[in-house]
């Protein structure tokens, strides 16, 4: 999985979905900040008057965004690569260094009882705020099964990889329910990396997990983030009957750059019929994908992508920004604008999908879409989409 630092929005609206996807956690600034960034020491009464009423309200303080986005506008440099040019990263994908009380915690327990994270292996920039979660906020952390291994070595990934990784832990998926049920988590993500090395892929493990975690709590909800299975459709229904409550799978990337971008075992039309079979054989699952921007595609393709995801009935989508893990992997060749990110999430909207998280800063699994997943998970449940 791959899919941010923080992503922004404008306008009231934007503020409230953003709330909805981030949480609350994101609203810690020292009135210093505010101060200095509003200073009005030495200016006219008319400067000051201006100053108060463009200065921060209300509605930012309890959306957190009290960052100064004028200077976005302002940026001079690069969004696309130049040959041979590596692009710094502009202002609106810089986060914070993780730390906190929750992250320490979550961090004690996961290594206490073996297990992984993608927040940790494929060095996601959200990690702090997703895992910190603020002293009364829910954090979200997902689990990544089947070791830290990955047999396969997609260019923008940087879990690590191996032909013959080592063999499974028959307790991880007993310890990882015993780890979300001391977490109090009502929502969980369950990913994990290719196993191309076992018969099912892995498929097995993941339905045991599931089948531990709802033994524990009944009203937990489930996602699990599934590799291809390299097409093997009955590994898909083991999974899709195995109690989850969401089915993710992502496709990466538009079809015209998957082979630049994936292993070679992956396709996009493979990745589209995982998705449509697991909704074939569990139609009440809800089923999710997600599209890294940045690596060099068009607009018309990211829109012919997008509805071909739509016409295959995947419910939700999510687009964030592909971010150069090490020098190893593909660099960016442009950074997306969070503007141009609005805009696909109304275009996402338009196609049908029922929740688009479009955003510089969004991942594939993010608190993001688990608050918003939760309520859409509650009204399939009771038949009301």
Known sequence: MSLLPRGCCRGAAAT???????????????????????RTSGSSPEEK??????????????????????????????????????????????TKIPMGKNYNKLKNT??????????????????????G??????????????????????????????????????KEPYNTAKAIAEWGLDYVVLTSVDRDDMPDGGAEHFAKTVSHLKERNSKILVECLTPDFRGDLKAVEKVALSGLDVYAHNVET???LQ????????NFEQSVRVLK????VQPGVISKTSIMLGLGETDEQVYSTMKLLREADVDCLTLGQYMQP?????????????????????????????????????RSSYKAGEFFLKNLVEKRKTKAI
């Open 133 to 170: 979660g603020g002293e009364y906020a829910t954090a979200t952390a997902t689990i990544m099964l089947m070791g830290d291994a990955c047999t396969r070595g997609c260019r923008f990934c940087s879990v690590k990889t191996a032909k013959n990784p080592p063999p499974l832990d028959p």
């Open 259 to 266: 082979r630049k971008v994936r292993d070679p075992r992956a």
């Open 16 to 38: 409230a979905a953003r709330r909805l996807l981030l949480g609350g956690a994101q609203g810690r600034v020292s009135g210093s900040h505010v101060c200095n960034q509003y």
């Open 254 to 256: 538009v079809p015209e």
């Open 110 to 131: 996961l290594r206490s009882l073996n297990l992984h994270t993608v927040c940790e292996e494929a060095r996601c920039p959200n990690i702090g705020e997703c895992w």
């Open 326 to 362: 090490t020098k190893r992997h593909l660099k960016v060749e442009e950074y997306i604008t969070p503007e141009k990110f609005k805009y696909w999430e109304k275009v996402g909207n338009d196609l049908g999908f029922h929740y688009t998280a479009s955003g510089p800063l969004v």
């Open 49 to 94: 008057k201006e100053f108060l009423q463009n200065g921060p309200d209300l509605q930012d303080f309890v959306s957190g965004e009290l960052s100064d986005k004028s200077t976005w506008a302002e940026y001079k440099g690069n969004l696309k690569r130049q040959k041979g040019e590596r692009l710094r990263l502009p202002p609106w994908l810089k």
């Open 277 to 280: 079979h697991a909704k074939e």
